[in-house]
């Protein structure tokens, strides 16, 4: 698969990368996932690589995907409950000690408001105290290196796939620097801290629900604006 973004960078990926297994996780992926809770609200499950191994593990896991392709996948692998919807649908009284976005999970929100939107609908589904765990990478270095944006936020990326001569649609994807994301998500009611960090901008950040989170459905971008 092809990944080109309008960042300027062009990216080749295998599909058995999305199949690995425990054996190939990253350090990060393994701190993540070591910091899970009992249940665990998998987003953007993609084929369940992380589902598969926290469930062996004896958590309960919800993995959700958008895909109706992913989630068959999910179930005929061996998820115990994978559903295709996003947070947003979660019923509201399902609640978990952890929710995971992960490989570069911010990615999913696509744009900052996005991202305000899904640390509302995730606090609504956490226990108090629960953790929102998370990946991004921060663009601001690569940036500088590129010259001034002026056009918004730099980490509001536009995307587009293609396998051999099947292109498909464009579509907004969000990276967010921790600088950013420790903002939104102290607006928000968050507690926020970063526990991993890697080459080329990567990092893992930690988010603690706080009592006032779950009230904060477009707080953040209205405060912002």
Known sequence: MTVRNDFGQ????LGSFFFRTEKAFEDWESIALGRCGPRVLDIGAGVGAHALVLQARGHEVTALD???EAVRIMRERGVEDAREGTVFEVPSDKVYDTVILLMN???????LSGLDRLLGAAAKVLEPGGALILDSTDLRDDMDAEGDDDDGYIGELQYQLSVGEHVGDVFPQLFVDPDTLDTRARLAGWDMEVIW??????YLALMSVT???????GAVSEALA
């Open 105 to 111: 999970g911010s990615m999913i929100t696509e744009t």
């Open 211 to 217: 009592d006032d989170a779950a009230g904060q459905d």
């Open 66 to 68: 958008r895909i109706p």
């Open 10 to 13: 062009t990216e080749e990926i």
């Open 197 to 202: 960090r890697g080459s080329d901008g990567r």
